[in-house]
């Protein structure tokens, strides 16, 4: 059978003289604060080094495809350092490739490379550590933001264009097509493009007007558009206060400017934090609370940081990833512990890992691989458990990974 596939008209909307803060989520949710302004017409992004982060590359769990950074293919169970660089700004992971910026804006990705979506102009892997950080692994300069999904690619350049590459089976890179690209594509025009998630065939991204747009596949609604078509370039999402959103495997949650929470897609799983197990087309406001900073999906949960610090989940903790004392679905956010010192999320495909503000790192759900950090592969834990003696700036997750990276 063959499917049906929209291609949209494109509705660039520019304002001038405004400026706005975003919370800035990777691949796994990881929030910073991103301020974008645009002035005459010119649009100004803010540096890589403005989310707070300058520091060394650490990663922990899964290494199948070198995406730890190195040759060695077996997991790490506790931080690794990665290297002898100290001017990484942020780091984003998929499936079994991942990918880095440094001081400057120069973008590096390493690991598998199938489809293309370590953007260096081939299908070669990239495995060996003395590539990490240099020219072996250099995808181009003048990046801001990255985000990796199981197969693709997209980030975002200082001048607030948006480009993609890799895998394009389903319309992920947003370029009008299905083809796969070696290489990095610009995303249409638009150069006022502020944060950008990647999840498992589909994407979205936020602008500085605070539209939120989303492309890919749109099985259960993923895409937030009112139906279930795929769409090979930016669908526009109803609203125009979108403040960060986070692509997860087949639902996609976002935040808005009044401290809302919206989910939509696939909610097989609870994933959507209400009406389970009903799927929804258009963003379906979870709850009635108003102080959501941030939110993180993974491949069947997600989890959500307040204001006040407190973290909540939901949906699928078979593996005991929502934190919560069940081994079943958990239809509607719960608060995770009593801490309301938490400040950054960072889910993969079923387990968490959040920093409080002392910079010290907590992790919880499967550790197959030891993606939780903490020296072993006991799994699952069912709590926040510090990794001992580590610190972290800022994480980098993946509804696709079972790997932790970190900024420390």
Request: aromatic residues 8%; glycine residues 16%.
């Amino acid at each position: 059978m063959t499917r049906s596939v929209r291609r949209p008209r494109r509705r660039w909307v520019w304002l001038a003289a405004t400026a706005y803060a975003m919370t800035l989520l990777t691949a796994g949710g990881v929030s910073a604060q991103f301020t974008a302004s645009r002035t005459s017409g010119v649009s100004s992004f803010a540096t890589a080094t403005s989310f707070g982060a300058v520091g060394s590359f650490y990663g922990w769990g899964d290494n199948a495809s070198s995406q730890l950074g190195n040759a060695v293919s077996s997991p790490a169970t506790s931080p690794t350092i990665v290297g002898s660089l100290t001017d990484w700004t942020e780091l984003a992971v998929g499936s079994a490739h991942a990918c880095g910026i440094r001081a400057g804006g120069n973008l590096y990705c390493w690991g598998q490379n199938g489809s293309g979506q370590l953007g260096l102009g081939n299908n070669t892997n990239v495995t060996a550590s003395s590539a990490i950080g240099t020219s072996g692994s250099l995808v181009g300069a003048g990046y801001g933001h990255v985000a990796a999904g199981f197969n693709h690619t997209c980030a975002i350049k200082l001048s607030g264009s948006l480009w993609c590459w890799g895998g394009n089976s389903s319309g992920q890179l947003g370029l009008g097509n299905t083809s796969s690209t070696t290489a990095p594509q610009q995303v249409g025009t638009a150069t006022n493009w502020a944060t950008v998630s990647a999840g498992q065939y589909h994407t979205c991204g936020t602008q500085a007007d605070g539209s939120l747009w989303c492309w890919g596949d749109n099985g259960g609604g993923r895409l937030g558009v009112g139906d279930t078509v795929p769409y090979l370039a930016p669908a526009q999402v109803a609203g125009s206060t979108w403040r960060g959103v986070s692509a997860g495997y087949y639902s996609t949650c976002a935040t808005r400017a009044d401290g809302t929470l919206w989910c939509w897609g696939d909610n097989s799983h609870a994933q959507l934090g209400g009406d389970y197990p009903n799927n929804h087309a258009s963003p379906m406001q979870v709850g009635s609370a108003t102080n959501w900073s941030a939110v993180s999906s993974g491949q069947w949960h997600a989890c959500a940081l307040t204001t006040g610090g407190a973290v909540f989940c939901w949906g699928d903790n078979t593996s005991g990833q929502t934190g919560a004392a069940v081994s079943s679905y958990v239809a509607a956010p719960a608060q995770v512990g009593s801490s309301a010192a938490w400040t950054q999320l960072a889910s993969g495909a079923s387990h968490v890992c959040a920093r409080q503000s002392d910079q010290s790192v907590w992790c919880w759900g499967l550790n197959t691989s030891g993606q939780l950090g903490l020296g072993n592969t006991t799994s699952p834990v069912t709590a926040p458990t510090r990794i001992s003696s580590f610190t972290s700036q800022l994480m980098g997750g993946g509804p696709n990974s079972n790997t932790t990276l970190s900024v420390s």
